[in-house]
């Protein structure tokens, strides 16, 4: 199931990527060409870039294209190194579940204060409750691998 929903995810991610573009490319063209910038440009492509970066993270993980330090961490010996892994994985679970937890607190206050974008009026709650998900996916991954580190499975 993770690996569907982390497809999905870095889809989205895609799309945001690409429409970040394309909105950039029209404001440029209108601003260069009729002197008339998009309105609400900056807003948009803002908010594009929060969905973008966070919902690349699981996939980024599941490639192993994240950040690893394994100067150290190969040199040990196997359980000395399965215990590091494990207590990584676990610092990272945890991590990434109080990131889901702020971020749909966040969201919710975002939520409730009707919070939206200066120019376009675009609400920021979702945005926020998307920052959660991608969290709370990221909690499931690294929990999966704190869990198979302490099978003994690296």
Do not use: C, N
């Not at 929060?50 to 993270?57: D, E, K, N, P, R």
């Not at 996916?137 to 690294?142: A, K, P, V, W």
């Not at 869990?147 to 499975?153: A, D, H, Q, V």
């Amino acid at each position: 199931m993770t690996g569907r929903l982390t497809k999905v995810f870095l889809a989205v991610g895609a799309l945001a990527l690409i429409s970040m573009v394309g909105v950039t490319f029209i404001d440029i063209i209108l601003s260069k060409l009729f002197r008339s910038p998009l309105r609400g440009s900056y807003e948009f492509v803002a908010l594009a870039q929060v969905v973008a970066i966070s919902l690349v993270g699981a996939k980024a993980f599941l490639s192993g294209r994240h950040v690893q330090v394994e100067i150290f961490v190969a040199k040990l010996p196997p359980r000395a190194r399965r215990v590091v892994i494990s207590f990584v994985s676990l610092l990272g679970t945890v991590l990434f579940a109080v990131v889901a937890w702020e971020g749909f607190l966040y969201g919710e206050s975002l939520r409730v204060a009707g919070e939206v974008t200066g120019t376009t009026r675009i609400p920021l709650y979702p945005f926020a409750h998307v920052l959660g998900l991608s969290g709370l996916l990221l909690s499931l991954l690294l929990g999966r691998e704190f869990l198979r580190s302490l099978k003994g499975k690296d």
